[in-house]
């Protein structure tokens, strides 16, 4: 079934789920942080294998960039999405992408990333990032930037 828009049903279901993954993963990321407790680890590790392989290797990699960009004493990211600009390119274990973005004090900002995983994408083996410009305020809706 097509939707008016062209998109099938399907694919509009898949990127629906998606986008519930990672309202509960940023939930879980959030409270995590804000805990700091251990048991919070192995909920997001039990949320993360739930996901089939692909979209867990995108949600380790949107993780880990908050965690890494929260590092920058400037940045509070509230939310990462490696994906929100351009598709990342995949080569077995290792993603890169030039149109990540994150929001951190209301302002989102692009950024480019190289996301290194384990075979099962549970564990992030190296990150390496370079933010970019501030994304204007009028791009941010047609990104699914909220």
Sequence with gaps: MRLSSGTSRRGFLRRENAALHRVGLASALVISAATAAPA??????RMLMQLDPDARFEQICDLEAAKR????KI???ERAIVSAL??????A???TGKGGAFKSKGQWYQFSFTCQTSPDHMQVLSFSYQVGEPIPQEQWEKSGLW
Excluded: F, H, L
Aim: net charge neutral; proline share 9%.
């Design 40 to 45: 919070n680890d192995s909920k997001v590790g």
């Design 69 to 72: 960009i929260g590092k920058e």
């Design 75 to 77: 940045y509070r990211p």
């Design 86 to 91: 351009d598709e990342p390119k995949i080569a």
């Design 93 to 95: 274990t290792t993603m």
